[in-house]
């Protein structure tokens, strides 16, 4: 559906290109939530033990920049998969001003079982891009989501 704003063509492009952006990534997380919530998590607490589980122990202001959330909100995260003994936060040896997060093996143990169908629930989803349009699509994204945070940087945006 094209844009109803009478922009330039140029803002005409860009809305449009957002939200067809925006509905896309929105129909895929849609889609993944069920298998996430029967397990019990959020997309947000999914992120947090996956980054964990690959990664290993992150400050918790690098899980919230990992993930996209804000530090507040990464807070709360945090205090929810605390309390159910998924994750375990302690001061940093090398700097007591930054909080570490590491799994536990009730975590690890819930983001093995989770994972592998996550992951083939989501190779199902982008199945309707052939393996160069994942690539593509893959490229255009990560450009355009560095160019923006430059852009915001530079006091641009």
């Known amino acids: 559906m094209p844009a109803r704003y009478q922009g330039s063509a140029r803002e005409t492009l860009a809305l449009?290109?957002?939200v067809k952006l925006t509905r896309a990534?929105?129909?895929l997380a849609n889609r993944l939530a069920p298998g996430l919530?029967?397990?019990g998590?959020?997309?947000s607490q999914f992120g947090v033990l996956e980054a964990l589980f690959h990664i290993g122990p992150l400050h918790q202001?690098?899980?919230?920049e990992r993930i996209l959330k804000s530090s507040g909100n990464m807070t709360m995260v945090i205090g929810n998969l605390e309390r159910r003994g998924l994750v375990r936060r302690q001061r940093s040896t090398g700097d007591r001003r930054f909080i570490e997060v590491e799994l536990t093996r009730q975590g690890e143990q819930i983001i093995r079982k989770v994972f592998p169908g996550h992951a083939e629930r989501l190779t199902r989803l982008m199945g309707v891009l052939t393996e160069?349009?994942?690539r593509t699509l893959g490229r255009l994204c990560r450009k355009?989501?560095?160019g923006a945070g430059e852009l915001f940087r530079?006091?641009?945006v």
């Open 37 to 39: 919530a029967q397990a």
């Open 25 to 27: 990534s929105s129909s």
């Open 144 to 146: 355009l989501g560095l």
């Open 16 to 18: 449009d290109a957002f």
């Open 61 to 64: 202001c690098d899980l919230a």
């Open 132 to 134: 160069g349009e994942q």
């Open 154 to 156: 530079m006091g641009i």
């Open 41 to 43: 998590l959020t997309e």
